[in-house]
C-alpha cells in the first residue's frame, strides 16, 4: 500500500472550517483513500474514502487532487468534539477485498474556542 | 454506519492469567475481523486478521502462540492473551469488515483496555 505524509498537528477555531491535508504520491490506480479519526481513548471512527472523485457525507468532504497524489479533508464547521487524531489511509484494491489498514502517525487537530 | 462492540471496556489481571476478549458486529456480517493494538502516545498497529472459519493471519512479531484468535461465526471474534505479561498491557482494538452494504467499509470497536499487574 502507498505510504501518506501527514502534518503531525493543526490548530482550528471552533465555527471555521478545518482542512486537513495528506499527500499519498506514490498511490496507484486501485488504491483508494481513507480517513478515520480517534478521539482520545476510542476506537476509530470512520469518516469517508474516495478513488477519485470528490466525496462528500454528512461528517466531511473529501477532495481528491486530479494527479491523486494528494488530498484533503474538510470539516466544514468544526466544534469541539472534533479534537481527535485523523488518520489517512491508503488501501489497496476494491472493497469487500482482504486488504488491511495500515495506520500511520496522523495529525492531531485541536479545535479551540 | 455499522457497529461494532467490545467487550470487555477494561480488565485489569494478574501476571500469568489468560484473558479473553470478545469483538461483535451488531449489524452486519462481517467477513474478515482485524485485531490491533495501541501503546500510549503511538498509533495503532495490525496485530492479526482472520476470515471467518479459517486460521488467523499474524502480522511479523506477533506470537500466534500468545495471542490466540478464534473467528468462529460472522459476528464474533475472540482475541485470548495468554499467560499476559505487563508487557502485554496495552489498549487492544478490533476491526470489522464484511462484503456487503455498509459492512464493506472497515469499521472499529471502541477498545479494551488491558492492565497486566
Known amino acids: 500500500d502507498a505510504k501518506t505524509t501527514q502534518p503531525p498537528s493543526m490548530d482550528c477555531a471552533e465555527g471555521r472550517a478545518a482542512n486537513l491535508p495528506c499527500n499519498h504520491s506514490?498511490?496507484?490506480?486501485?488504491?483508494?483513500v481513507y480517513w478515520y479519526r480517534q478521539i482520545h481513548s476510542q476506537g476509530p471512527q470512520y469518516i469517508i474514502h474516495g478513488l477519485k472523485n470528490n466525496e462528500t457525507n454528512e461528517m466531511a468532504s473529501l477532495i481528491i487532487t486530479e494527479d491523486r497524489k494528494s488530498s484533503t479533508l474538510i470539516l466544514p464547521h468544526a466544534t469541539l468534539r472534533d479534537t481527535a487524531v485523523y488518520y489517512c489511509i491508503v488501501r489497496s484494491g476494491p472493497l469487500g477485498t482482504a486488504s488491511k489498514l495500515t495506520f500511520g502517525t496522523g495529525t492531531r487537530l485541536q479545535v479551540t474556542l | 454506519g455499522a457497529v461494532v462492540s467490545q467487550h470487555p471496556s477494561w480488565v485489569i489481571c494478574k501476571s500469568g492469567t489468560s484473558v479473553k476478549i470478545e469483538c461483535r458486529s451488531l449489524d452486519f456480517q462481517a467477513t474478515t475481523m482485524f485485531w490491533y493494538r495501541q501503546f500510549p502516545k503511538q498509533s495503532l498497529m495490525l496485530m492479526a486478521t482472520s476470515n471467518e472459519g479459517s486460521k488467523a493471519t499474524y502480522e511479523q512479531g506477533v506470537e500466534k502462540d500468545k495471542f490466540l484468535i478464534n473467528h468462529a461465526s460472522l459476528t464474533l471474534s475472540t482475541l485470548t492473551v495468554t499467560s499476559a505479561h505487563p508487557e502485554d498491557s496495552s489498549f487492544y482494538i478490533c476491526?470489522?469488515?464484511?462484503?456487503?452494504?455498509?459492512?464493506?467499509?472497515?469499521?472499529f470497536g471502541p477498545g479494551t483496555r488491558l492492565l497486566v499487574l
Open positions: 476491526s470489522a469488515r464484511g462484503n456487503a452494504g455498509v459492512g464493506k467499509t472497515q469499521y
Open positions: 506514490t498511490i496507484s490506480g486501485n488504491e483508494y
